[in-house]
């Protein structure tokens, strides 16, 4: 995997002792975290955001993909079915709730932030 950087993928942490005595402070405890079936997850194109804001740091980013019917046609059959659309549908990817904090450190440490 080389040339790949993985972001944000910090191990978790807890407070205890491995050794299961009380005695002292308790220690920190980094447990990895494993991405288990990601491979195994479709790549979806999307070209459609959007973002509602619910307070100062918490928002809902929804993710969708528009894709345009199919116009063929003389140029005045194509005006005539492009005039006929009332829309062109979005379909939904996914619905994700980020607040600002988390979300700003994927963008910071993105490799390819200019």
């Not at 308790?26 to 194109?45: C, F, H, R, S, Y």
């Not at 928002?59 to 009332?86: K, N, W, Y």
Request: charged share 20%; proline share 11%; aromatic share 6%.
């Amino acid at each position: 995997m080389d040339g790949i950087k993985f972001i944000n993928c910090e191990p978790i942490v807890g407070y205890g002792r491995r050794d299961g005595q009380r005695a002292g402070s308790p220690e920190p405890i980094q447990i990895p975290l494993a991405w288990i079936g990601l491979d195994d997850t479709p790549v979806l194109m999307a070209n459609q955001y959007l973002c509602q804001f619910l307070d100062k740091d918490q928002f809902v980013l929804s993710i969708g993909q528009a894709v345009p019917p199919p116009i063929m046609g003389e140029p005045d059959e194509v005006r005539d079915q492009v005039m006929q659309l009332t829309h062109v549908a979005v379909k939904p990817l996914a619905r994700l709730s980020l607040d600002k904090g988390h979300f700003g450190g994927v963008v910071r440490d993105h490799p390819a932030k200019p």
